[in-house]
């Protein structure tokens, strides 16, 4: 499965941005999508996550309440639509796949900006 992110951008503090992920290739085979981030200085850290097939979402504690992943099956494409953005949420996003339950995230987008002014 190849992976394109897109939608960062530059955002005052408070402000709203959407970042999609759109998949191609052998996207049946995909289990589960995931957002990571990674800011200036620091590792890689997980955002949220979901099966594909459906059900309940997951969220790093430090996003809860303000993002939400969701999808489109008929596209191919996953969202992470993100509220109340605040400058510690400037990082580098990225999307991945999983192809397991348990299994690694194989497959990683490219990885797409985003900068929120205070």
């Known amino acids: 499965v190849q992976l394109q992110a897109s939608g960062g951008g530059l955002v005052q503090a408070g402000g709203s941005l959407r970042l999609s992920c759109a998949a191609s290739?052998?996207?049946?085979?995909?289990?589960?999508m995931g957002w990571f981030r990674q800011a200036p200085g620091k590792e890689r850290e997980f955002v949220a996550r979901?099966?594909?097939?459906?059900?309940?979402?997951y969220y790093a504690d430090s996003v809860k309440g303000r993002f939400t992943i969701s999808r489109d099956k008929a596209k191919n494409t996953s969202y992470l639509q993100m509220n109340s953005l605040k400058p510690e949420d400037t990082a580098v996003y990225y999307c991945?796949?999983?192809?397991?339950?348990?299994?690694?995230?194989?497959?990683w987008g490219q990885g797409t900006q985003v900068t929120v002014s205070s």
């Open positions: 290739g052998r996207t049946s085979s995909r289990y589960g």
């Open positions: 991945a796949a999983r192809y397991s339950e348990y299994g690694e995230y194989a497959s």
């Open positions: 979901f099966r594909w097939s459906g059900g309940t979402a």
